[in-house]
């Protein structure tokens, strides 16, 4: 997995390429904690390049949104495919994590 950051005003963007698994979450909860340090009110993942997520990746995702919302940012995944977003309803995070 690549991951390439871009700082858009207060939003800071993850673009994710690739497959999120158990030997690439860690680089991608690097980025997550890194977010604290960035001074921005919004974290922003974006899918649109990622083919594959493990449940590795799913417990990142669902412990940035932990961390997001008891610090009072904001966090959301944007551009997910049809088979990623499938995931997300079948184990429910869509519920959890706002899917724009």
Do not use: H, P, W
Not at 62 to 83: H, I, P, R
Request: aromatic share 8%; with cysteine; charged share 20%.
């Amino acid at each position: 997995m690549n991951i390439t950051k871009t700082k858009n005003g207060s939003n800071l963007v993850l673009c994710l390429t690739g497959r999120i698994d158990t030997i690439t979450c860690n680089l991608l909860n690097e980025e997550i904690d890194n977010f604290f340090n960035e001074n921005c009110q919004k974290l922003v993942l974006d899918f649109s390049e990622v083919d594959y997520i493990s449940s590795a990746g799913l417990r990142v995702i669902l412990a940035a949104q932990k961390k997001v919302s008891s610090s009072n940012l904001e966090f959301e995944l944007t551009n997910m495919s049809d088979a990623i977003k499938n995931i997300f309803n079948i184990t429910g995070f869509s519920q959890i994590v706002k899917i724009v």
